[in-house]
């Protein structure tokens, strides 16, 4: 392996799912800003994702449906807490 090419921020990224609430820890040099809490008590660089293999309809094998709510509401759901601050 040559020396020097590699990234030195290659670490555990947890890539969070949006639409399934579902997250992934992976080795990765993304650029994150955020951090969360993960389900082992450890906190994390997180990366927020739209679409992964959890909700894509290629790997889920059902369609999407967004046209009941409309694209304001699908949004509303996603990003609607973002911001606002906790007690």
């Known amino acids: 392996?040559?020396?020097?090419i590699?990234?030195?921020?290659?670490?555990t990224v947890l890539f969070y799912d949006s639409n399934a609430k579902k997250g992934f820890l992976i080795r990765s040099c993304a650029r994150t800003t955020?951090?969360?809490?993960?389900e082992d008590g450890k906190e994390y660089p997180v990366f927020m994702c739209d679409t992964s293999s959890?909700?894509?309809?290629?790997?889920?094998?059902?369609?999407?449906?967004?046209?009941?709510?409309?694209?304001?509401?699908?949004?509303?759901?996603?990003y609607g807490k973002f911001g606002l601050k906790s007690k």
């Open 34 to 38: 955020n951090t969360i809490k993960w």
């Open 1 to 4: 392996m040559k020396k020097g």
């Open 6 to 11: 590699h990234p030195e921020n290659y670490r």
């Open 54 to 78: 959890a909700s894509h309809p290629f790997y889920t094998g059902k369609t999407r449906q967004v046209a009941n709510e409309g694209r304001m509401g699908d949004f509303t759901n996603r």
